[in-house]
């Protein structure tokens, strides 16, 4: 016997904060934009090398922020798309594996171009660059306020309701970039003033070393959590939830599962299972729905 969903339904699993989250994205993508013309121009203006590099490298950053922009007006756009089998909720996890992948590259060269300049230093306009790079840390304060206020809730449909916090691996990457400027900000200026007051030129370099690996952890830790949804990873925490609530009793035996992330907070599932005769189909899809991360269900049914 062979029991699985019939029901006409969408596959919308993007989070209830799904357009919140893009318009703050927007914000600071032009945050950003603003903040990187003003650095380039300064640098030019000051003959600041230091505060050039700053200025390009925040323009990858407002590259990859915008990435992240794109992706939540793709997702919704596509959102009711029949062309995606399981909606669009994982556009954001693409988005972010490729800034997690720029923002390695901005590390690998943050940390060359440190490097270089610890054996060969170069001169500094430190008290222009020390003014520019306070503004760029407010600007990133600023910027990452907005983004942290972010959260997920989830959106679903006829299936069991989903209440539990996930990862918005788009919002995530946004985040981590805002976060990854504020940083090498609060280097630069700790550097720049030992510089101007101590002698201590070479701190600069030290700095931006220090700053291209906590850059590089964090966007292998990014890296990592996105590749897993992509690659349809099974989540373990639901999965063994799943196995407590339908084996407890006894009657009915799970002979295979599938979970994966749909959505920042969406779950889907196939189940196939082994029931004694006096448990339904049904009865099975109602025990299931106390666990709320499942937001697309799909069950196969024999009796024992």
Not at 233 to 247: G, N, S
Request: proline content about 1%.
């Amino acid at each position: 016997m062979f029991s699985a969903e019939k029901q006409t339904h969408d596959h919308v699993f993007l989070s209830a904060s799904h357009d919140e989250n893009a318009g703050r994205t927007l914000w600071v993508v032009a945050l950003t934009f603003v903040m990187m013309v003003a650095e380039i121009a300064a640098g030019y203006w000051t003959g600041s090398m230091a505060l050039l590099a700053d200025g390009f490298h925040m323009a990858t950053h407002a590259g990859a922020l915008s990435i992240a922009a794109a992706a939540y007006a793709f997702a919704r756009r596509n959102a009711h798309n029949g062309r995606f089998s399981f909606g669009t909720g994982k556009v954001g996890d693409l988005a972010g594996f490729a800034s997690a992948l720029i923002l390695m590259l901005v590390a690998l060269g943050i940390g060359v171009e440190s490097m270089i300049r610890l054996f060969a230093p170069t001169a500094v306009a430190f008290g222009e660059a020390t003014v520019i790079a306070v503004v760029g840390l407010l600007v990133n304060i600023v910027s990452a306020l907005m983004l942290s206020g972010g959260h997920s809730h989830v959106h679903s449909h006829d299936h069991p309701h989903a209440h539990s916090h996930g990862g918005d691996n788009n919002l995530r990457s946004a985040y981590v970039h805002v976060l990854a400027d504020a940083l090498t900000s609060v280097l630069a200026i700790a550097a720049l003033l030992a510089g101007r007051y101590l002698g201590w030129i070479w701190l600069d370099s030290a700095m931006g070393i220090v700053g291209a690996l906590v850059i590089a952890k964090w966007s292998v830790g990014l890296l990592q959590q996105s590749a897993n949804v992509l690659l349809d990873v099974t989540d373990e925490h639901v999965a063994e939830e799943i196995r407590e609530v339908l084996e407890r009793s006894g009657d009915v035996t799970i002979t295979d599962l599938h979970v994966w992330r749909v959505g920042p907070d969406a779950r889907a599932a196939i189940i196939s299972v082994l029931a004694k005769v006096e448990v339904s189909a049904d009865a099975i899809r109602a025990r299931l729905r106390v666990v709320h991360e499942i937001s697309h269900l799909t069950i196969e049914y024999r009796v024992a």
